[in-house]
């Protein structure tokens, strides 16, 4: 097991958010190298196994099962662990994900304290906040016509 697993259960008995304790965690791992588990996409595309990393040494689990942004999706909108939230109600700690279609290729990540965007770096494959809303939404939407899917971790 993890060791953050157990501070995330005793944060979560003071009354800290599951949300929170992802964010908090998140920005902690800012700079360093999020592989992925297990370690089977290359290192500039695997944004799904880096969250997936930071969801097992948060709360000892994956968020998904996989290494794909369109399952990373599916799963957060199918499960009642998650729930869909607005751009206007996004808080630090709510996960983003832009889903992969065709050729054009996804991203996720989580939502920073300066409304940055905490995800792995294709550049460095490191965790890091590289992104703000702005780049997002123009990359993942405007140019490659990708949804902009939010969810908030619940339970």
């Not at 005793?10 to 902690?28: D, N, P, T, V, W």
């Not at 399952?71 to 996960?95: C, F, H, N, P």
């Not at 809303?133 to 969810?151: H, I, T």
Request: with cysteine.
């Amino acid at each position: 097991m993890y060791p953050f697993v157990q501070i995330a259960k005793l944060l979560e008995a003071f009354g800290i958010s599951k949300r929170e304790i992802l964010y908090r965690y998140a920005k902690s791992q800012v700079g360093k190298q999020k592989k992925g588990i297990p370690d089977t996409a290359p290192q500039e595309l695997n944004c799904v196994e880096a969250i997936n990393q930071i969801g097992i040494e948060c709360f000892g689990k994956p968020f998904c099962e996989g290494a794909s942004t369109i399952t990373l999706d599916t799963t957060l909108k199918s499960s009642v662990r998650y729930q869909k939230v607005l751009l206007q109600d996004v808080k630090v700690g709510d996960i983003i994900v832009s889903p992969t279609s065709g050729s054009k290729v996804g991203h996720c990540g989580i939502v920073d304290d300066s409304f940055a965007i905490m995800s792995n770096s294709s550049l460095t494959g490191l965790w890091s906040n590289h992104l703000n809303f702005d780049l997002w939404y123009k990359r993942y939407q405007k140019e490659y016509g990708l949804p902009v899917n939010f969810y908030r971790i619940l339970i």
